[in-house]
């Protein structure tokens, strides 16, 4: 026996089998195509945020869905935050003569795939940001791994 079919609201009844019924598809895609995963926290305000983020993620995984169907429906939007998700902002680091810092910011070309992809969303990457100079004293990029002290 299959589950019983939503029924339609009508003026004497309401939509609360059918809000069910959407309201289980939207978990069932937090926890498989957003992957959100139960996390326990222990303060009122750390729940609220937690449910904020998994809500937004959930508003967001909907519009991609919606504009997927739209404008290229072979894809699902797993399909193509795959392809998007290969698009990178990288940092290239130079010293400077001066003893400054320089950064280079650069958003990765895409590839014919993901450049295809953007045109059928009608999208475009932002423009390549400006570099950033650094003063000589700051602390130098990367993760910093202390040595052992050499007094044995």
Excluded at 52 to 59: H, R
């Amino acid at each position: 026996m299959g589950c019983p079919r939503p029924v339609r609201p009508t003026k004497s009844g309401s939509g609360t089998y059918v809000q069910l019924t959407e309201a289980e598809a939207a978990f069932r895609t937090l926890k498989s195509e957003v992957k959100v995963r139960p996390i326990w926290h222990w303060t009122e305000p750390r729940v609220k945020a937690h449910v904020l983020v998994a809500f937004l993620g959930y508003c967001l995984w909907v519009c991609l869905k919606k504009k997927a169907q739209r404008r290229a429906p072979s894809l699902t939007p797993w399909q193509m935050l795959d392809q998007l998700g290969r698009i990178a902002l990288v940092e290239v680091w130079f010293e400077l003569r001066d003893g400054r810092r320089m950064c280079l910011p650069r958003i990765t070309q895409p590839e014919p795939t993901q450049a295809v992809l953007l045109a059928q969303l009608n999208w475009s990457l932002p423009q390549q940001p400006p570099p950033r100079v650094f003063a000589r004293d700051l602390p130098p990029s990367g993760p910093q791994i202390a040595l052992p002290s050499e007094a044995n």
